[in-house]
């Protein structure tokens, strides 16, 4: 089975390529169907190649396929390979059975577009690019697929692209990632001149045996992780992520919550060896960029009124989460808390989408509330991936937050505060979502609010197809903790399986002050998710405390706005200043000679236009005589 | 060392290559008047027959191999020691091959609306001297090659351009023209100096670079007069104000050949001839080279994206993309040469394609101007499609063939110029911005009254562009082939470099 493990992603090609060919003529909903089953059956094979691995003992869970030889000039020999490993096995399993589960619920949610089959070309393009660059053998293939996907965002963020909104948002997100992508490249660029090599393994295995210089692994790991910002959406790269969620409601579920956005993440722990090789302020710059950026869209996202603005803040506060755990040496941690955060941040994403669709496409939570009445699946679903999220034991999102801020603890309690405030916050902005949507005074059938043409409408919950997968999620969501539980040795499954890829490169916590109280932790834990959830009741159920949304933080501390401004104002007047330049003077001076010539010329003789077409008839004369001369010559030899 | 392949087929086909063209553009030219019907059918029997002796070429070229093939010499002017001496290496074997399958697209997929003969006759004649610029191993024949192409791109420009067609290919003659007028004078001082070396006088590049031994002065200055003259070609910055002028003015044709081939000549020059005859003063030229390129690579993309034609705009990309040819060219590794080479021909299928993309777009609407143009994706969107592929070429997404050129060049040019690749490759953000911008503004958005009628793509179009998207894609995904036929050959450039700099 391992030796199949190029079906994983070449499943999804197929669909894809069916969609591009038959799409139209299959049409709504057979492409999404077909587009389901490549991607069910590529979570199918991944499940088998699961189980053969882990019949295999530990040190043998590595397996190279190569599929062809791809780049090849000199010294640098790169093939399209791909590789099984327990890390690569773990991305692979969540993507495709979260894309499984989104599939299916887009056959519902996409239902009567004008444009159904091609979205799931898309989508199953997406799924492909997603595979390659978590089964890449080297940095090269997981490049591929890191702008694969890239591709695939901007198709899909800018799907509805008649809408100028969107349109925009795709260009941002493509040419933001691509910012990040400088960094990937050159951290190539390096890793190939220094170790003539693109391979993991090979780089790898240099940083473990010290063959690489500190100074040069410090440089590959941080120009990785300036690509890590861009994909994963970090500061001061994530713009483009709010922005992206002008795409359809399940593509933010897939693409912008549970999978590209982590690759990132995965990229820093494929390359944990080289962070590990690094100088030690290294990882601290990683985990201080994502506390920054966890603390920082947590604020942002206490005062949005969007429904799935409140859930991109949100996962661009977890992904600081994530990359805090990273730069603390807590690689399993991350992992953990990335599988968790797809299960329940897709279903929040997926519920939100399904509020959307019974709310006959309105996002302002403001004219929402008392849903779950109306709602009550996606209601029930909604509040479990909340109580995840939140960190309410014994739901999966507590065990992996629990998880990262053991370990930072341990590493640097500064970032453990900046961390626990985050998780309050996160608390607090998620119990106000749930409250405002599903909670409270329905605001739907209000007709004083400026509803404009909309009048009075009638949500409804959603159809079974889209209610499937949000009962699967929400039981992923409930018991996803336990893959890993701090109960010891016998409970830490996922750590024992990364073990091969990360061991060495983990931060050995066992003989610190927050392992020997993590169970204190975890109490401190549990008391500040209640806190935020309590005080989000007083403020917006209650009403016993004032509301405080200030428009700072609505506006995302206007930092989106001056970098907009910065970029339409003075990047805009230097770029037509040396467009200018071009043209008045660089250009301006080869004609100034150009006039000089010929007025000399026209003084000494002719015309200028006659005397270059008397030239050029000359030459191709000469020419010609040359030519046919040769010719004969030819001819007599 | 690079040495005559000996094997002679006993078929003449690179001599083919360069005659057939030839008789072509006579034939179409006698027939115009008399038989209208027949001049087209001529022109295109002759271009397809090109295209078909061009691939049978790649069929049998020997990979692997690093010498020339196909050699054909013979003596032509003797007391010169001028010869007719044609050979394909590595190097120049796909840029034959494009010139070969190009022509016959541009000729079949775009009618040239007025006098079809002399356009037809201008074309094959331009298609003759391309052909013979990438074949000639002889300096005499190379600059008659060189030169006699200025003349159909000029009738070409100004026969059937736009608005300012006069002023724009009167611009790209003289500029060129000047050029070309420092390599005249460079090229006989090289075949003086290096008698003294040989002891007869010739003409013959493989002779006189294996045999000659400038003084360090004496190469500099020769290798600066040829220098000029392919930078003006490239264009290299500063050099490349002719070039908006001449792709704008130029007819759809014309920009296609112009940016598919033409281009290449100076890249080309620059590696046949500046660096395998002068490789000491090529060293020594390198970090003003390096320079001057990444100078385009930047200036190139940062022009293109505030162009309001979008015509200029690709025109623009074009500076910008030669600027990562030239960069791999000098930086003399395998990779960065290999790449070099390959981006060679990439740009021409990518750029090439973009250049009948926005002719399609004018002969429907009219205007090039990206403001008058949007949400052409919503009425065309095969159309749209197939400008994407295209555009996510030329933009370098790694699976499409623009991505494995730039990659090489990059990646081989980091050793050797190490602050300047990491510049450059800020150039690959920046062609994100132009191009994505571009389409976001023409094919995004809501049509308005003008562009809700834009017809989508026709079946002759169609099947124009599906040759364009295939090599894109192929040549992307599986680039061995190519990779495996460049290689030898710039491994055997780069040790006579190495041999003669050490």
């Known amino acids: 089975m391992l030796d199949l493990i190029w079906l994983i992603p070449v499943l999804p090609l197929a669909g894809a390529m069916i969609n591009l060919v038959f799409g139209r003529k299959l049409g709504d909903p057979r492409a999404g169907w077909v587009a389901t089953t490549a991607t069910a059956t590529s979570f199918l094979v991944t499940v088998l190649a699961y189980f053969e691995m882990l019949g295999l003992p530990a040190e043998e869970r590595s397996h190279i396929v190569n599929l062809f030889s791809w780049i090849r000039v000199g010294a640098l020999q790169v093939d399209l390979a ?419 890829v990360v061991e060495e490169s983990e931060a050995h916590i066992y003989e610190t002050w927050a392992y020997q109280n993590k169970y204190l932790l975890l109490v401190v834990a549990i008391v500040i998710a209640i806190v935020g959830i309590a005080a989000s009741v007083a403020v917006y159920s209650k009403s016993w405390l004032k509301v405080v949304e200030p428009k700072v933080l609505e506006q995302a501390w206007y930092y989106d706005a001056a970098a907009s401004r910065l970029i339409a104002g003075p990047g805009a007047a230097g770029f037509n200043l040396l467009a200018w330049i071009d043209t008045n003077i660089v250009d301006g001076i080869v004609n100034g000679v150009g006039s000089v010539i010929r007025r000399v010329a026209s003084s000494l003789r002719r015309a200028q236009n006659g005397f270059v077409r008397a030239y050029a008839l000359l030459i191709s004369l000469g020419a010609v005589v040359v030519l046919a001369w040769f010719l004969l010559r030819g001819a007599l030899l | 060392m690079i040495s005559a392949n000996t094997e002679v087929l006993n078929f003449p086909i690179l001599t083919m290559l360069v005659i057939l063209p030839v008789i072509g553009s006579i034939v179409v030219a006698l027939l115009g008047k008399s038989r209208p019907e027949w001049m087209k059918l001529s022109a295109l029997i002759s271009s397809v027959t090109t295209a078909a002796l061009s691939l049978w070429l790649l069929g049998v070229f020997k990979s692997g191999e690093a010498g020339f093939q196909f050699v054909s010499q013979h003596e032509w002017i003797r007391q010169w020691g001028i010869s007719w001496h044609l050979g394909v290496d590595g190097i120049s074997l796909f840029l034959v091959v494009l010139t070969g399958i190009l022509f016959p697209l541009v000729i079949v997929g775009i009618d040239p609306h007025h006098d079809e003969t002399s356009y037809f006759a201008w074309m094959l004649l331009l298609q003759a001297g391309v052909m013979g610029s990438f074949l000639s191993l002889d300096l005499f024949l190379f600059f008659v090659m060189f030169e006699i192409v200025l003349v159909p791109m000029y009738f070409l420009i100004a026969g059937w351009g736009y608005d300012q067609r006069i002023y724009a290919a009167l611009k790209f003659f003289l500029y060129t023209m000047a050029g070309s007028a420092f390599m005249l004078v460079g090229i006989i001082a090289t075949v003086v100096l290096a008698h003294r070396d040989l002891g007869v006088v010739t003409f013959d590049l493989v002779k006189i670079a294996e045999g000659a031994n400038f003084s360090t002065t004496a190469g500099r200055w020769l290798f600066l007069s040829f220098a000029i003259a392919f930078a003006v070609k490239v264009p290299l910055f500063p050099f490349h104000t002719w070039l908006p002028d001449a792709h704008t003015q130029a007819p759809t044709g014309g920009s296609v050949i112009l940016a598919g081939v033409l281009l290449k000549m100076g890249t080309y020059g620059f590696l046949r001839f500046g660096v395998y005859l002068f490789p000491q003063a090529a060293m020594w030229a390198r970090p003003a080279i390096f320079t001057l390129a990444v100078i385009g690579i930047i200036y190139g993309a940062i022009a293109a994206t505030m162009q309001r034609d979008l015509k200029r705009l690709v025109a623009y990309s074009s500076v910008a993309h030669l600027g990562f040819i030239v960069l791999g060219t000098f930086a003399l590794s395998s990779q960065a040469v290999t790449g070099a080479v390959m981006q060679m021909v990439n740009h021409g299928v990518s750029t090439g394609a973009l250049f009948l993309l926005v002719g399609m777009i004018y002969e429907r609407r009219h205007t090039r101007e990206i403001a008058e143009l949007r949400g052409i994706q919503h009425v065309a969107p095969i159309f749209a499609g197939v400008f994407t592929v295209v555009m996510l070429s030329s933009v370098g997404l790694p699976g499409l063939n623009g991505f494995v050129g730039e990659f090489l060049i990059l990646i081989g040019s980091f050793g050797p110029a190490r602050w300047w690749t990491v510049v450059a490759t800020v150039g690959v953000v920046l062609a994100a911005l132009y191009l994505l911008w571009a389409y976001q503004r023409v094919f995004h958005g809501e049509p308005d009254e003008a562009n809700s009628s834009f017809k989508e793509i026709t079946i002759r179009e169609g099947l124009l562009m599906s040759v364009f998207v295939a090599i894109i894609v192929v040549s992307g995904i599986y680039p061995k082939p190519i990779l495996d036929r460049i290689e030898p050959s710039v491994a055997a450039l780069i040790s006579h470099v190495e041999g003669q700099t050490k």
């Open chain 1, 82 to 500: 791909v590789l099984a490993d327990p890390l690569s096995i773990v991305m692979a399993l969540f993507v495709t059975g979260i894309s499984t589960l989104i599939h299916l619920y887009a056959i519902g949610y996409m239902h009567g577009d004008a444009k159904f089959s091609k979205f799931f070309l898309y989508l199953n393009l997406f799924v492909f690019s997603m595979l390659m660059l978590v089964l890449g053998e080297n940095l090269l293939v997981t490049f591929l697929g890191w702008e694969g996907v890239g591709a695939c965002s901007y198709f899909l963020i800018s799907f509805w692209h008649t809408r100028n909104s969107a349109a925009v948002a795709g260009k941002k997100a493509f040419v933001t990632n691509r910012i990040g992508d400088f960094g990937v490249m050159t951290a190539m660029f390096l890793a190939f001149h220094s170790l003539g090599t693109l391979s993991y393994g090979a780089i790898n295995e240099s940083a473990r045996s010290g063959a690489l210089a500190q100074v040069t692994a410090t440089a590959i790991g941080l120009l990785l992780f300036v690509g890590a910002c861009g994909k994963s959406a970090q500061l001061p790269l994530y713009l483009w992520l709010p922005d992206a969620m002008e795409g359809p409601t399940p593509v933010s579920a897939l693409i912008h919550a549970a999978t590209m956005v982590t690759s990132g993440v995965f990229l820093m722990t494929r390359m944990s060896p080289i962070l590990h090789a690094s100088y030690e302020w290294a990882p601290t710059v990683i985990a201080v960029v994502g506390a920054a950026t966890a603390l920082y869209a947590a604020t942002v996202a206490v005062a949005q009124n969007d429904i799935k603005k409140v859930l991109a803040y949100s996962t661009v506060s977890q992904l600081g989460y994530m990359f805090l755990a990273v730069g603390s040496g807590a690689y399993v941690a991350a992992i953990f808390h990335m599988v968790t955060h797809a299960f329940f941040k897709a279903l929040l994403f997926l519920g939100s989408g399904s509020v959307i669709h019974g709310m006959h496409h309105e996002q302002d939570m403001r004219r929402m509330g008392a849903l779950r009445k109306v709602m009550p699946v996606t209601a029930f679903t909604f509040i479990i991936g909340w109580l995840a999220i939140a960190g309410v034991p014994p739901f999966a999102g507590f065990w992996s937050k629990d998880e990262i801020l053991l370990y930072v603890y341990a590493n640097n309690r500064g970032l453990y505060v900046v961390g626990l405030i985050t998780a309050l916050l996160t608390a607090f902005y998620m119990t106000r979502q749930v409250i405002m949507v599903f909670y409270g005074k329905a605001n739907w059938n209000d007709h004083s609010a400026e509803h404009g043409a909309h009048g009075d409408i009638t949500p409804h919950e959603s159809p079974k197809v889209m209610l499937a997968p949000l009962v699967v999620l929400s039981l992923l969501s409930i018991v996803g903790g336990a893959m890993q539980l701090p109960f010891g040795e016998n409970f830490n499954f996922l750590e024992r399986w990364l073990a091969p």
